[in-house]
């Protein structure tokens, strides 16, 4: 089943670090852009993150610009958000979706508590 | 960044109805625009891409249309499985943006 799934996510401590990973299946990592979008409890959707398929290229939303870092490994079909100095307004499910642009392909969630 | 204002936030209607959500960009975004219904505790799920491209397997109920800054998702007959929250989303430029949600409940 062509799929992403991602892991990681927890209860942290404000200030504290946290790495996610997304695990790609059934398709051709390699080729795909890949994006993290999250959502905070009961509120919208984020647009956080976004790399190209050789990970020379990287954007990202103000708010996390210098504390997020989006990278991939295409020999393990996998791509990561390491996120350092974590805010309580940093609370949310994070999703994996595969794209640049628009998304036809998302992950089910982790859930990242920043909390004390 | 290009901000999307989604109107109404919130709207209650009856199945069979037709309903309209408005996305506003706050500079032209060409067809660079995307439509997405999430259910609760699910992960979006994309309707309409380009504008008015139909994604694969959404029904022909739903619709998009608009140009430049002014952006339409209709629903031409509400059915019990379309109450759910719709966002747009811009992809013309980073930082990609989404709008603020509309959340469609039973009347």
């Known amino acids: 089943e062509v799929q992403v799934v991602e892991s990681g996510g927890g209860l942290v401590q404000p200030g504290g670090s946290l790495r996610l990973s997304c695990t790609a299946s059934e398709f051709t990592f390699s080729l795909f852009w890949m994006t993290w979008v999250r959502q905070a409890p009961g509120k919208g959707l984020e647009w956080v993150a976004t790399?190209?398929?050789?990970?020379?290229?990287?954007y990202y939303v103000d708010s996390v610009t210098g504390r997020f870092t989006i990278s991939r490994d295409n020999t393990k079909n996998s791509l990561f958000l390491q996120m350092n100095t974590l805010r309580v307004e940093d609370t949310a499910v994070y999703y994996c979706?595969?794209?640049?642009?628009?998304?036809?392909?998302w992950g089910q969630g982790t859930l990242v508590t920043v909390s004390s | 960044a290009i901000q999307l204002t989604q109107s109404p936030s919130s709207l209650s209607a009856s199945v069979g109805d037709r309903v309209t959500i408005t996305c506003r960009a706050s500079q032209g975004i060409s067809s660079a625009l995307a439509w997405y219904q999430q259910k609760p505790g699910k992960a979006p799920k994309l309707l309409i891409y380009?504008?008015?491209t139909l994604e694969s397997g959404v029904p022909s109920r739903f619709s998009g249309s608009g140009s430049g800054t002014d952006f339409t998702l209709t629903i031409s007959s509400l059915q019990p499985e379309d109450f759910a929250s719709y966002y747009c989303?811009?992809?013309?430029?980073?930082?990609?943006?989404f709008g603020q949600g509309t959340n469609v409940e039973i009347k």
């Open positions: 380009d504008v008015s």
């Open positions: 989303h811009q992809f013309k430029s980073f930082p990609r943006t």
């Open positions: 790399l190209n398929q050789d990970g020379s290229a990287k």
């Open positions: 979706t595969r794209g640049g642009a628009y998304s036809r392909l």
